[in-house]
């Protein structure tokens, strides 16, 4: 499998804007990629959680 780096702009990128290519790579590509990134994408996407749940309209 391809290795992928994947970085905390692209992740608040994939969430806000899930049908987008990128969006649709991290959804879906868990079978054809192995993503990897930093340990602090989980506390910052946790520290933005209402920021990005208001701009993605998402619940």
Not at 9 to 15: G, K, M, R, T
Not at 29 to 56: A, L
């Amino acid at each position: 499998m391809t290795k992928i780096i994947v970085d905390t702009n692209i992740v608040f990128s994939a969430l806000l804007n899930t049908h987008s290519r990128i969006g649709q790579i991290l959804i879906n590509g868990k079978d054809y990629f192995d993503f990897y990134s930093p340990e602090y994408v989980r506390f910052e996407i946790f520290q933005h959680k209402e920021k990005i749940k208001s701009i993605g309209k998402l619940s």
